[in-house]
Nanobody
C-alpha cells in the first residue's frame, strides 16, 4: 500500500527553523519525483519545491528560494524540507507528493499526496 507520512511540523517564531520529513513506503521511492506543496488557511495549494529522482536537481518557488532546502535519501525512502528564516506567510499545511512522469514533474502535477503536517509561524 502506497504511503507518504509527513512529520516535523510545529509552532515556531519568525526567523526560526524547522525540518520536515516524509517517510515513503509501498512504492519504488528512488524512481519517483518528489515535491513539497503547502496550503495556507483559505487558500489553494501552492507548490514549494521539488526534486528529481537522484536528488541533484532541486527546484524552488520564488517565495522560498534561499530559505528552504529540499533533499532526499533514497536509501531511507525519505524526503526532507529544511526551512530556515521562517516567516508568518509560510504558515500552512505542508504535504509531500509523488510524481511518476517527467512531464508531470516539470508541470508540477502530482499522483499521490500524504496527509500533511502543520507549520505555524507566529509570535
Amino acid at each position: 500500500q502506497l504511503r507518504l507520512v509527513e512529520s516535523g511540523g510545529g509552532l515556531v517564531q519568525p526567523g526560526g527553523s524547522l525540518r520536515l520529513s516524509c517517510a515513503a513506503s509501498g512504492f519504488s521511492f528512488s524512481t519517483h519525483y518528489m515535491s513539497w506543496v503547502r496550503q495556507a488557511p483559505g487558500k489553494g495549494p501552492e507548490w514549494v519545491a521539488n526534486i528529481n529522482t537522484v536528488g541533484n536537481m532541486p527546484r524552488y518557488a520564488d517565495s522560498v528560494r534561499g530559505r528552504f532546502t529540499i533533499s532526499r535519501d533514497n536509501a531511507k525512502n525519505t524526503l526532507y524540507l529544511q526551512m530556515n528564516n521562517l516567516k508568518p506567510e509560510d504558515t500552512g499545511l505542508y504535504y509531500c507528493a509523488l510524481t511518476r512522469s517527467y512531464k508531470d514533474y516539470v508541470e508540477n502535477k502530482y499522483d499521490f499526496w500524504g496527509q500533511g503536517t502543520q507549520v505555524t509561524v507566529s509570535t
